[in-house]
Every structure is written in structure tokens, then in C-alpha cells.
């Protein structure tokens, strides 16, 4: 291994013995920490800035005393903390999706948004939108929204299956293949959608603009409930296939060998991620870039074991999106910026330095 | 112990091992030698269950091998394979405790273990470096202390434990590819069965007990290395005639090949094209 390319990957902390289980320990604890002050943080920060003792206040619930609510109380509680609560969900989702991902295809630069899972789920969200509810769950009483986290889960679910399919042979997945047979479903997926767009309504395509770029405007109790039993499940399944997804690093035969059960092991993994990305995109859009930049960010710090990164990526996902929601909301106050824009602008330089830093190291 | 009874392994149209039926004894090393497509990788692929017999069975322990659970039969035996490549930044240690994934050990005996077998294939003081700041040789080592320690993990009886080698040595300098069959040598006095693919034919004729050659899918010979070390089988095998240096005293013959003698007119225009293989 020439030395420039094993330099890039030198870990921020290293303990004296290799084993970095009390290192992740301790990260894990303090981004644990972090994460309560960044939602308190988003609760606070706005075009109106309420101060974090108010906040805390109106958090305890001390509404007995007054008949109103009033105004500041009103947007922590129905603007402000189901926008943040969303952001939590999406960003750890998005993470942890990331991570699983990696893993799964053995590649550092896999991610949902640049492989194509996003673009399929966004399709299969959009078809419901300009569509309708198809004929046969008319009956049903289920409404175009309700349609929408189902829908873009199967959307995710066969797009990462395909992409699966495409990129790996014989146990071996194919970085190139993986990554322009993602761009090319996002493509196809994308100009699909577009036709979509373009047989739409006027106000339906007032619902679609934001996916193109993704924001957590909008948020609702409703749409938090809506996604919350499709990303819960998602981020426990992750305890489960941690495990699994680290002997997948060795390669299947040798992960086979060590007693991974690796076909149970990677149908979960394409289920949890199929979850995470199909429910976040139905009610945020086409988030990118915090799939791969936290996975990242965390492997230098504690290494790629799923154990502690899956956990660390849930928590710093959600510290990160929250950090970009609350830059979305305040740099063009009282406009906001979609959420795309302020995570691309921060991801999309952090992946060409990837990209540069692992020349060599990544075997195309 | 393994057995393959007449298992065959066929891709598509093509035969990588005719049907073929064998015991594999705990207490030897058993190699597998023979020219490249042989079949002696199909042979080692149906003993680590990473394939299925297209006619026959495979059995381990008197089990058929589809019926062993992975993390059963991580417990008994314990496969080295040619090259793992990791695309992760783990660290020495880390890799190593890779392979104690199926076990139920308590931490401070993983710590013991993991320090134990890096320190067995010379790698004490590389548990902190990053497995891809390794070369090769020492990649491959560090697979080896993955292996052992999963083998180290298991509490049961010796002898019904398996160590499987496809190739272990091809990227290791001299000095560990001796070392290295060393330790199979040491765990097969102790009674644990091992089942080795080799290149090397004095290292084969070295350390083996069985020597099985193959050719094109099939078992050439089976033998005891004294005879499957004979001029006619390894140029059968391999097409290439060796010179055997019998050392006397009861020593490992030497196995010298260096291609075709050359024929008619010996070229001596270029003293570079003198001794070449063709």
C-alpha cells in the first residue's frame, strides 16, 4: 500500500492497544449529550428566536396557569418541535441507512442519495402524488398522503434490490458497476419523474417542487406518526444486523465462515435501509450527502464497527440535519432555504475530498 | 472428520471436480496440490460449505454439511482464504477479534486471545496500525491470527476441530511461510485436522501427511508424500518434469523445477535466454 493512500485513512483517536470499544464509548456518550442541546437548539432558533429558558418552560408544561397559549408556545409546539422531531427521524434514517449501505456493498462511497434508492423512492412518492390512489385501495378509505411512506419504501426497496442485483456477482460487489448503475437508476428515476411533473396540476406541482430538493418545511405531529413506524423499526433493526454487516466487511465466503448468517444479514440490511430512506424521502424528499458524510466523519473517529457506528451515526445524524435545518431557516429568514441546498453545499465538497483523500485506496 | 462422498461440482457444462469420495483425518495435513483449475480450490470450496455438491454429499462430524448451522460450524473449523481485502479503516486488533464472532467468551479472555495470536504469527506490536497500512504478507498474517483465534475460542475436543489453508503462504516472505506451516504442523501433532491448498511443492513435501494431486477435476494421486513427490505424477500433474534432489538421511527430498531442458542446439547467443523457461 503506497503510504500516501494508507495516510488518508489514519484514525483522529487510536488507543494504545488497538481496541477502540471504550473510545466509541465515550463518543457515543458525548454526541448523546450534544444531540439534547441541538434539539433544544432547533426549538429555539427561528425567523422568531425564543429564548432556551422559554423553551424549557414551555417544554415542562407549565400551560395550567393560562387559558391562551401563547404565540412562542404555539410555535414551539406545532411548528417548531414536530419540524425537529422530523429532523431527528430523517437525519438518523439517512445515517444510518448510509452506513448500512457501506457496509453492505463493502464500499465507502455508497449512499442513498448518490446510488439512486432516494430518486426510486421520490419516483414511486411522486407517482402517488400526481396519480392518486390507485383504483383497487380506493375502497380502502387511505388517502394520498397516508399512501405516500408505503409507497416510497417499495420505491426504495426494489431500487436498492436492483441495485444489488446489478452490482454484485458471484459475492463480489463491483464499486464501479454499484456507482454508475446508481447514477443511472437515478437518471431513469428522475426522468420519470420529470414526466410525472410535467402531466401535473398546478398544485400538485406546488407538493413536488420540494422534492427536488428536500426540506423539512411542513413538518406535522401527523407526518412525524406517519414515519415514525417505518424509521423505528428501521433503527432497531440496525442493532441486529451490526454484527452481521461487520463480518460482511471480510467478504461473504469469509463472513460465511466465521458464522454470519449472510443472506439473513443482507436481506435485513436492504429492508432497514428500503425503510429509513422510503419514509424520510416521503415526507422530506431527496436529502443528500448525510448518508455518507457522518458514516465518514465517525469511522475516523471510532472505526468501522457497525456496533458503535450505527448508534453514532442515529445521533449525529440527527445533530447534523438539525444543524442544517436551523442554517436553512435563518440565512434567508423570513424565507427559508430548501434543506437539499445547505446539506449539498456542505456534503458535496466533504465527497470530492473523500474522493481525492481515497485515490488509490478505493480498487474501482 | 470430513468426508466427501462422491461429490461433484459442476459449473454450467463444465466439470471442476468429478465425483470424487474421500475421508479427511484430524491429526495430519492433508495438501492439496496441482496446476491452476485442477480443482483443488472446488475441492476446499465444498469442505467450507461455501458451495453445494451438484451430485453427492458432503459430510462433517458424520452431518451432512447443509445441515450444520454457520455459527455450528464456525465453532469447529476455521478457513483461511487467499486474500481478504477490506475497504474499512480496522485496526490489527480489531480484525483479528473478527474471528471470535461466534463465540461466547467473556472480554478479558478476547483481549488475552486476540494479544496471544497476533504475537504467534509475529505481529505483537502491529495492534494498533490499520490493516490496509499492512503489506501484503502481513495482511495475510493478520488473517491467520483471525483464524486461529476462532479456532482458540472453541472448548471441545481437539480432534474435532478443522483448519482450512486455500493457499495460505503465497504472499509470504520465506521465513513466515515456514513459520506459518509450522503452527498447522504444531496444531496437527495436538490432533486438529488440517486441510491445505499449496503451491510450494517443497513446502507441500515438507510438511504434509496426505498429499492428494490433482489434474482437471480429478485425483491423480493420494498418497504419501514420498510417492506423490515422483518425477512422472508432478510432470503429469503439471507439465513441467522436475529434478527430485534426494538429501539422504531420511530428509525431505528437494523438488527443483526450472522448465523444459532446452532441446537441439543450445542457444548461446544471449547469455540472458540461457536457462529461461520458455
Redesign the interface.
Known amino acids: 500500500m503506497p503510504s500516501g493512500s494508507a495516510r488518508a485513512t489514519l484514525p483522529l483517536i487510536l488507543r494504545g492497544d488497538g481496541d477502540r470499544q471504550e473510545v466509541s464509548a465515550i463518543v457515543l456518550v458525548v454526541l448523546g449529550g450534544l444531540f439534547v442541546l441541538v434539539c433544544l437548539a432547533s426549538l429555539a432558533v427561528g425567523p422568531v428566536p425564543i429564548p432556551l429558558s422559554e423553551v424549557l418552560l414551555i417544554l415542562m408544561g407549565s400551560d395550567s396557569s393560562q387559558s391562551v397559549a401563547s404565540a412562542s408556545e404555539l410555535v414551539v409546539r406545532d411548528i417548531r418541535a414536530p419540524r425537529t422531531v422530523m429532523g431527528v427521524l430523517v437525519g438518523a434514517a439517512l445515517a444510518v441507512s448510509g452506513a448500512t449501505l457501506q457496509s453492505l456493498f463493502r464500499n465507502p462511497l455508497a449512499d442513498p442519495g448518490l446510488v439512486g434508492v432516494s430518486a426510486g423512492a421520490a419516483l414511486a412518492a411522486v407517482t402517488v402524488i400526481v396519480l392518486g390512489v390507485p383504483a383497487v385501495l380506493v375502497s380502502t378509505g387511505i388517502t394520498t398522503f397516508e399512501l405516500l411512506p408505503p409507497a416510497a419504501f417499495i420505491g426504495g426497496l426494489l431500487t436498492t434490490l436492483l441495485l444489488y442485483a446489478i452490482a454484485t456477482r458471484q459475492g463480489r460487489t463491483s464499486t464501479a458497476t454499484m456507482l454508475l448503475a446508481g447514477i443511472a437508476i437515478a437518471a431513469l428515476a428522475g426522468a420519470l419523474t420529470g414526466v410525472l411533473v410535467f402531466i401535473s396540476t398546478d398544485q400538485q406541482l406546488r407538493d413536488l417542487t420540494f422534492w427536488s430538493l428536500g426540506s423539512l418545511a411542513g413538518a406535522t405531529w401527523y407526518k412525524c406518526a406517519a414515519i415514525v413506524v417505518f424509521i423505528l423499526p428501521a433503527l432497531l433493526m440496525s442493532r441486529f444486523v451490526a454484527n452481521g454487516l461487520n463480518g460482511l466487511l471480510l467478504g461473504e465466503s469469509q463472513a460465511l465462515h466465521i458464522g454470519i448468517q449472510v443472506q439473513r444479514t443482507k436481506i435485513l440490511a436492504v429492508l432497514l435501509v428500503a425503510l429509513a430512506v422510503g419514509a424520510s424521502v416521503a415526507v422530506s424528499g431527496i436529502i443528500g450527502f448525510v448518508g455518507i458524510v457522518v458514516p465518514h466523519i465517525l469511522r475516523l473517529m471510532i472505526g468501522p464497527d457497525n456496533r458503535y457506528l450505527l448508534p453514532a451515526c442515529m445521533f449525529l445524524g440527527a445533530i447534523l440535519l438539525l444543524g442544517a435545518d436551523m442554517i436553512a431557516r435563518v440565512i434567508v429568514a423570513p424565507a427559508e432555504l430548501p434543506i437539499g441546498i445547505v446539506t449539498a453545499v456542505l456534503g458535496g465538497p466533504f465527497f470530492l475530498w473523500l474522493l481525492l483523500r481515497q485515490r488509490g485506496l478505493v480498487d474501482v | 472428520m470430513f468426508e466427501l462422498k462422491s461429490a461433484s461440482l459442476n459449473y454450467g457444462e463444465n466439470t471442476a471436480l468429478w465425483p470424487y469420495s474421500r475421508k479427511f483425518k484430524p491429526g495430519r495435513i492433508t495438501v492439496l496440490i496441482g496446476a491452476n483449475g485442477a480443482g483443488k480450490s472446488t475441492v476446499m470450496s465444498l469442505l467450507?460449505?461455501?458451495r453445494a455438491p451438484s451430485s453427492g454429499a458432503v459430510f462433517f462430524q458424520n452431518r451432512n454439511l447443509a445441515s450444520w448451522k454457520?455459527?455450528?460450524?464456525?465453532?469447529k473449523r476455521?478457513?483461511l482464504?487467499q486474500r481478504?481485502?477490506?475497504?474499512?479503516?480496522?485496526?490489527?486488533?480489531?480484525v483479528v477479534?473478527?474471528?471470535l464472532?461466534?463465540s461466547t467468551c467473556p472480554p478479558y479472555e478476547r483481549?488475552r486471545l486476540i494479544g496471544e495470536m497476533l504475537a504467534r504469527v509475529d505481529l505483537a506490536d502491529h495492534?494498533?496500525?490499520?490493516y490496509?497500512?499492512?503489506?501484503g504478507g502481513e495482511q495475510q498474517r493478520v488473517q491467520l491470527a483471525r483464524v486461529l483465534c476462532?479456532l482458540e475460542a472453541f472448548d471441545g475436543p481437539v480432534d474435532e476441530r478443522y483448519l482450512l489453508l486455500d493457499e495460505p503462504v503465497t504472499s509470504l516472505d520465506i521465513r513466515h511461510q515456514i513459520s506459518t506451516m509450522e503452527i498447522a504442523r504444531t496444531y496437527a501433532d495436538q490432533g486438529l485436522g488440517v486441510i491445505a491448498v499449496l503451491h510450494d511443492l517443497n513446502l507441500a513435501a515438507h510438511y504434509a501427511d496426505e498429499v492428494i494431486v490433482m489434474r482437471e477435476g480429478r485425483v491423480l494421486t493420494d498418497c504419501a508424500p514420498a510417492y506423490a513427490f515422483d518425477p512422472d505424477i508432478i510432470e503429469e500433474a503439471f507439465g513441467v518434469r522436475p529434478e527430485i534432489v534426494d538429501r539422504g538421511n531420511g530428509l525431505t527430498p528437494f523438488i527443483s523445477v526450472l522448465g523444459p531442458e532446452p532441446t537441439g542446439q543450445p542457444n548461446s547467443q544471449t547469455p540472458a535466454s540461457k536457462g529461461l523457461v520458455h
Request: glycine share 6%.
Open positions: 467450507t460449505a461455501e454457520v455459527h455450528e460450524l464456525a465453532q476455521a478457513v482464504p481478504t481485502h477490506l475497504s474499512f479503516p480496522f485496526t490489527v486488533y480489531e477479534g473478527l474471528g464472532m461466534a483481549k495492534r494498533t496500525r490499520l490496509q497500512q499492512l503489506s476462532q
